[in-house]
């Protein structure tokens, strides 16, 4: 592990929007990694264990001018973003998993929220679940499990699978 946090704040920020910043330990100065004005807010921040990437939800205007979430994850090295899902329904709670490769994400699509595994890199995104209203992936450290929340009879449930590569169950 890396040591490095990753965080939201509005500290020192134009307009008082979340942006994103990081700090290689406690005590340590901060440095913002947000592209002001383009990334309008910052939330859902994971780090990667190696403190190389930061996946993020943030906002964007969609061709009909509505705001619109979408993942993205930062190589803080280079400072370049890779959009990683854009759903005009939202998409938030990613979580890197422990090897780096890989983004655990809640997708909300006709109303219900599933988790989506997507390669850092980008790519097509792979179903978890599929109508479970689930939310807040979760990666067991060796990244062999993932947990997350779903709904069920109006309560949430904690679930999970084993994850064997792109297989999943």
Do not use: H
């Amino acid at each position: 592990l890396s040591g490095r946090i990753a965080y939201a704040s509005d500290s020192f920020t134009p307009y008082g929007m979340l942006s994103l910043w990081t700090m290689d330990w406690v005590g340590a100065t901060p440095q913002m990694f947000t592209n002001v004005p383009l990334e309008q807010g910052i939330s859902g921040v994971s780090i990667s264990s190696s403190g190389t990437y930061v996946a993020f939800v943030t906002r964007d205007l969609d061709p009909e001018g509505n705001y619109v979430s979408y993942i993205g994850i930062r190589d803080l090295n280079t400072w370049e973003v890779t959009q990683l899902a854009w759903e005009s329904e939202g998409s938030f709670d990613p979580a890197m998993e422990p090897e780096n490769s890989r983004v655990a994400c809640s997708i909300r699509r006709g109303g219900v929220s599933d988790i989506w595994l997507i390669d850092r890199l980008g790519g097509e995104p792979l179903q978890v679940t599929d109508g479970k209203n689930a939310v807040r992936p979760v990666w067991y450290p060796d990244a062999s499990y993932l947990a997350w929340y779903q709904v069920v009879d109006f309560k949430f449930e904690c679930w999970g699978a084993r994850v064997n590569g792109t297989l999943i169950g």
